[in-house]
T-cell receptor
Framework: DTGVSQDPRHKITKRGQNVTFRCDPI?????LYWYRQTLGQGPEFLTY????????KSRLLSDRFSAERPKGSFSTLEIQRTEQGDSAMYLC????????????FGQGTRLTVV | DQQVKQNSPSLSVQEGRISILNCDYT??????FLWYKKYPAEGPTFLIS?????DKNEDGRFTVFLNKSAKHLSLHIVPSQPGDSAVYFC???????????????FGKGTHLIIQP
Protein backbone atom coordinates (compact mmCIF):
# COMPACT_ATOMS: atom_id res chain seq x y z
CA ASP A 1 0.00 0.00 0.00
CA THR A 2 1.62 3.24 -1.12
CA GLY A 3 -0.98 5.64 0.31
CA VAL A 4 -0.76 7.90 3.36
CA SER A 5 -0.75 5.83 6.54
CA GLN A 6 -1.79 7.02 10.00
CA ASP A 7 -1.41 5.29 13.34
CA PRO A 8 -3.31 4.65 15.50
CA ARG A 9 -6.74 4.68 13.85
CA HIS A 10 -8.48 5.27 17.17
CA LYS A 11 -7.30 6.64 20.49
CA ILE A 12 -9.26 7.06 23.71
CA THR A 13 -7.48 8.99 26.43
CA LYS A 14 -8.27 10.60 29.74
CA ARG A 15 -8.31 14.35 30.02
CA GLY A 16 -4.89 15.68 30.95
CA GLN A 17 -2.93 12.85 29.31
CA ASN A 18 -0.52 13.33 26.42
CA VAL A 19 -1.09 11.59 23.09
CA THR A 20 1.06 11.20 19.97
CA PHE A 21 -0.06 10.31 16.47
CA ARG A 22 2.09 9.21 13.55
CA CYS A 23 1.74 9.85 9.83
CA ASP A 24 3.69 8.17 7.04
CA PRO A 25 3.21 10.11 3.79
CA ILE A 26 3.50 8.86 0.25
CA UNK A 27 7.23 8.29 -0.12
CA UNK A 28 8.00 10.75 -2.91
CA UNK A 29 5.87 13.55 -1.43
CA UNK A 30 7.84 16.31 0.21
CA UNK A 31 4.86 18.24 1.60
CA LEU A 32 2.98 16.97 4.64
CA TYR A 33 -0.09 18.51 6.27
CA TRP A 34 -2.06 17.96 9.46
CA TYR A 35 -5.78 18.75 9.59
CA ARG A 36 -8.44 18.36 12.26
CA GLN A 37 -12.06 17.51 11.53
CA THR A 38 -14.93 17.73 14.01
CA LEU A 39 -18.47 16.48 13.52
CA GLY A 40 -20.38 18.37 10.85
CA GLN A 41 -17.36 20.37 9.75
CA GLY A 42 -14.86 20.11 6.96
CA PRO A 43 -11.20 19.45 7.73
CA GLU A 44 -9.39 22.46 9.24
CA PHE A 45 -5.72 23.12 8.48
CA LEU A 46 -3.36 22.81 11.46
CA THR A 47 0.19 22.81 10.13
CA TYR A 48 2.37 22.04 7.12
CA UNK A 49 5.89 20.77 6.46
CA UNK A 50 8.04 20.99 3.39
CA UNK A 51 10.59 18.24 3.88
CA UNK A 52 11.64 18.59 7.54
CA UNK A 53 10.84 22.29 7.84
CA UNK A 54 7.59 23.31 9.51
CA UNK A 55 6.60 26.29 7.37
CA UNK A 56 3.15 27.23 8.57
CA LYS A 57 1.03 26.81 11.68
CA SER A 58 -2.63 27.69 12.03
CA ARG A 59 -3.85 29.72 14.97
CA LEU A 60 -5.88 26.59 15.78
CA LEU A 61 -2.62 24.96 16.84
CA SER A 62 -2.35 25.92 20.50
CA ASP A 63 0.84 25.64 22.56
CA ARG A 64 -0.27 22.19 23.68
CA PHE A 65 0.14 20.91 20.13
CA SER A 66 3.50 20.16 18.57
CA ALA A 67 4.35 18.52 15.28
CA GLU A 68 7.65 17.22 13.98
CA ARG A 69 9.00 15.72 10.80
CA PRO A 70 12.60 15.03 11.81
CA LYS A 71 13.97 13.42 8.67
CA GLY A 72 11.52 14.76 6.16
CA SER A 73 9.69 11.45 6.01
CA PHE A 74 7.17 10.47 8.70
CA SER A 75 5.62 13.05 11.02
CA THR A 76 4.28 13.02 14.56
CA LEU A 77 1.62 15.20 16.13
CA GLU A 78 1.65 15.41 19.91
CA ILE A 79 -1.10 16.88 22.06
CA GLN A 80 -0.14 17.59 25.66
CA ARG A 81 -2.59 17.84 28.55
CA THR A 82 -5.52 16.80 26.37
CA GLU A 83 -8.88 18.51 26.81
CA GLN A 84 -12.33 17.28 25.84
CA GLY A 85 -12.39 19.88 23.06
CA ASP A 86 -9.47 18.09 21.42
CA SER A 87 -11.77 15.19 20.54
CA ALA A 88 -11.78 15.07 16.74
CA MET A 89 -10.50 13.22 13.70
CA TYR A 90 -6.89 14.14 12.99
CA LEU A 91 -6.04 13.83 9.31
CA CYS A 92 -2.67 13.78 7.65
CA UNK A 93 -2.15 14.55 3.97
CA UNK A 94 0.82 14.71 1.64
CA UNK A 95 1.54 16.22 -1.75
CA UNK A 96 4.31 17.08 -4.15
CA UNK A 97 5.68 20.59 -3.97
CA UNK A 98 5.21 22.94 -6.88
CA UNK A 99 2.69 23.00 -9.66
CA UNK A 100 -0.95 22.03 -9.59
CA UNK A 101 -1.22 18.92 -7.49
CA UNK A 102 -3.69 17.59 -5.01
CA UNK A 103 -3.12 16.48 -1.44
CA UNK A 104 -3.73 12.81 -0.63
CA PHE A 105 -5.23 12.06 2.77
CA GLY A 106 -4.74 9.22 5.20
CA GLN A 107 -7.62 7.50 6.96
CA GLY A 108 -7.20 9.64 10.04
CA THR A 109 -6.82 9.10 13.78
CA ARG A 110 -10.04 9.46 15.76
CA LEU A 111 -9.23 10.92 19.20
CA THR A 112 -11.73 10.73 22.04
CA VAL A 113 -10.86 12.53 25.26
CA VAL A 114 -12.94 11.36 28.23
CA ASP B 1 -16.08 33.63 8.92
CA GLN B 2 -16.46 30.74 6.52
CA GLN B 3 -14.49 31.30 3.34
CA VAL B 4 -15.81 28.20 1.55
CA LYS B 5 -19.52 27.51 1.82
CA GLN B 6 -21.54 24.48 0.88
CA ASN B 7 -25.06 25.53 1.66
CA SER B 8 -26.75 22.18 1.09
CA PRO B 9 -26.00 19.77 3.95
CA SER B 10 -27.59 16.95 1.97
CA LEU B 11 -28.81 16.11 -1.51
CA SER B 12 -30.86 13.15 -2.69
CA VAL B 13 -30.71 12.09 -6.36
CA GLN B 14 -32.12 9.16 -8.24
CA GLU B 15 -29.68 6.66 -9.70
CA GLY B 16 -28.87 7.48 -13.33
CA ARG B 17 -29.75 11.17 -12.99
CA ILE B 18 -27.37 14.11 -12.68
CA SER B 19 -26.07 15.17 -9.27
CA ILE B 20 -25.10 18.84 -8.93
CA LEU B 21 -23.20 19.93 -5.84
CA ASN B 22 -22.60 23.61 -5.29
CA CYS B 23 -19.91 25.59 -3.54
CA ASP B 24 -19.40 29.32 -2.97
CA TYR B 25 -16.30 31.10 -1.76
CA THR B 26 -15.55 34.56 -0.48
CA UNK B 27 -11.75 34.82 -0.65
CA UNK B 28 -10.79 36.34 -4.01
CA UNK B 29 -7.22 35.10 -3.48
CA UNK B 30 -8.29 31.49 -3.95
CA UNK B 31 -7.10 30.26 -7.32
CA UNK B 32 -7.17 26.49 -7.09
CA PHE B 33 -10.23 24.44 -6.23
CA LEU B 34 -10.69 20.78 -5.45
CA TRP B 35 -13.47 18.34 -4.70
CA TYR B 36 -12.97 15.50 -2.24
CA LYS B 37 -15.26 12.56 -1.50
CA LYS B 38 -15.43 11.03 1.95
CA TYR B 39 -16.90 7.76 3.16
CA PRO B 40 -17.55 7.24 6.89
CA ALA B 41 -14.44 6.39 8.93
CA GLU B 42 -12.13 7.11 6.00
CA GLY B 43 -10.05 10.11 4.98
CA PRO B 44 -11.13 12.34 2.09
CA THR B 45 -10.33 11.04 -1.38
CA PHE B 46 -9.40 13.45 -4.16
CA LEU B 47 -11.91 13.59 -7.02
CA ILE B 48 -11.19 16.46 -9.36
CA SER B 49 -9.65 19.92 -9.35
CA UNK B 50 -9.72 23.11 -11.36
CA UNK B 51 -7.38 26.05 -11.68
CA UNK B 52 -8.75 29.57 -11.80
CA UNK B 53 -7.50 30.00 -15.36
CA UNK B 54 -10.10 27.46 -16.49
CA ASP B 55 -13.86 27.42 -16.26
CA LYS B 56 -14.40 23.69 -16.75
CA ASN B 57 -12.58 20.45 -16.08
CA GLU B 58 -13.87 17.01 -16.90
CA ASP B 59 -12.84 13.55 -15.73
CA GLY B 60 -15.12 10.72 -16.72
CA ARG B 61 -18.48 11.13 -15.01
CA PHE B 62 -17.24 14.13 -13.02
CA THR B 63 -17.17 17.72 -14.28
CA VAL B 64 -16.29 20.79 -12.26
CA PHE B 65 -17.42 24.24 -13.39
CA LEU B 66 -15.91 27.47 -12.07
CA ASN B 67 -17.54 30.90 -12.29
CA LYS B 68 -14.92 33.28 -10.94
CA SER B 69 -17.04 36.41 -11.20
CA ALA B 70 -19.73 34.78 -9.05
CA LYS B 71 -17.15 33.03 -6.81
CA HIS B 72 -19.05 29.82 -7.41
CA LEU B 73 -18.15 26.32 -8.43
CA SER B 74 -20.15 23.21 -8.96
CA LEU B 75 -19.52 19.50 -9.32
CA HIS B 76 -21.65 17.55 -11.77
CA ILE B 77 -21.83 13.78 -11.58
CA VAL B 78 -23.56 12.07 -14.46
CA PRO B 79 -24.90 9.46 -14.42
CA SER B 80 -25.12 9.13 -10.64
CA GLN B 81 -24.38 5.66 -9.26
CA PRO B 82 -25.08 4.11 -5.84
CA GLY B 83 -21.34 4.11 -5.04
CA ASP B 84 -21.38 7.90 -5.34
CA SER B 85 -23.26 8.12 -2.03
CA ALA B 86 -20.80 9.92 0.27
CA VAL B 87 -19.99 13.32 1.73
CA TYR B 88 -18.47 15.69 -0.83
CA PHE B 89 -16.18 18.49 0.28
CA CYS B 90 -15.29 21.54 -1.74
CA UNK B 91 -11.81 22.92 -0.98
CA UNK B 92 -9.77 25.89 -2.11
CA UNK B 93 -6.22 27.16 -1.87
CA UNK B 94 -4.36 30.35 -2.61
CA UNK B 95 -1.80 28.73 -4.84
CA UNK B 96 -1.82 26.06 -7.45
CA UNK B 97 -0.01 23.51 -5.37
CA UNK B 98 -3.32 22.23 -4.08
CA UNK B 99 -2.61 22.97 -0.48
CA UNK B 100 0.60 24.89 -0.13
CA UNK B 101 1.65 27.24 2.60
CA UNK B 102 -1.81 27.80 4.05
CA UNK B 103 -3.21 24.38 3.32
CA UNK B 104 -6.64 23.81 1.93
CA UNK B 105 -9.77 25.60 3.15
CA PHE B 106 -12.71 23.22 3.18
CA GLY B 107 -16.46 23.67 3.15
CA LYS B 108 -18.64 21.76 5.60
CA GLY B 109 -19.58 19.15 3.04
CA THR B 110 -22.72 17.94 1.27
CA HIS B 111 -24.03 14.45 1.96
CA LEU B 112 -25.05 13.00 -1.41
CA ILE B 113 -27.51 10.13 -1.31
CA ILE B 114 -28.14 8.19 -4.51
CA GLN B 115 -31.50 6.46 -4.43
CA PRO B 116 -32.06 3.29 -6.48
Amino acid sequence: DTGVSQDPRHKITKRGQNVTFRCDPISEHNRLYWYRQTLGQGPEFLTYFQNEAQLEKSRLLSDRFSAERPKGSFSTLEIQRTEQGDSAMYLCASSLAGGATEAFFGQGTRLTVV
Amino acid sequence: DQQVKQNSPSLSVQEGRISILNCDYTNSMFDYFLWYKKYPAEGPTFLISISSIKDKNEDGRFTVFLNKSAKHLSLHIVPSQPGDSAVYFCAASEDDSGGGADGLTFGKGTHLIIQP
